[in-house]
């Protein structure tokens, strides 16, 4: 299903903002890696853009529900762990 949602993406049919909710959505807070390794640095990037603005009860999207907490916890510090964060300057 990843590899699918990335080519949609590379061909524009959906933003790199919805993708990154698409795919925190399916992050098990206990295996990230099972989602977040088949991503594209620009889509970690908009995961961590998604994340610093994240505000577990007053938040809505176009896309419905948001993710849930741990599940943005665990996407983030997996990504800390991995040394991929691109949103921000080292």
Same mark, same amino acid.
């Given at each position: 299903?990843?590899?699918? =949602?990335?080519?949609?993406?590379?061909?524009?049919?959906?933003? /790199? +903002?919805h993708l990154a909710v698409q795919c925190l +959505?399916?992050?098990?807070?206990?295996?990230?890696?099972?989602? =977040? /390794?088949?991503?594209?640095?620009?889509?970690? /990037?908009?995961?961590?853009?998604?994340?610093?603005?994240?505000?577990?009860?007053?938040?809505?999207?176009?896309?419905?529900?948001?993710? /849930?907490?741990?599940?943005?916890?665990?996407?983030?510090?997996?990504?800390?762990?991995?040394?991929?964060?691109?949103?921000?300057?080292?």
């Amino acid at each position: 299903m990843i590899p699918e =949602l990335v080519k949609r993406y590379e061909a524009g049919a959906i933003t /790199a +903002h919805h993708l990154a909710v698409q795919c925190l +959505h399916m992050v098990d807070p206990d295996e990230p890696e099972l989602v =977040l /390794a088949q991503l594209p640095d620009d889509i970690l /990037a908009a995961i961590e853009k998604f994340a610093d603005e994240y505000t577990p009860r007053g938040m809505s999207t176009n896309f419905g529900v948001i993710p /849930a907490q741990d599940q943005v916890s665990a996407a983030m510090k997996w990504i800390g762990e991995k040394d991929v964060s691109l949103a921000k300057p080292k």
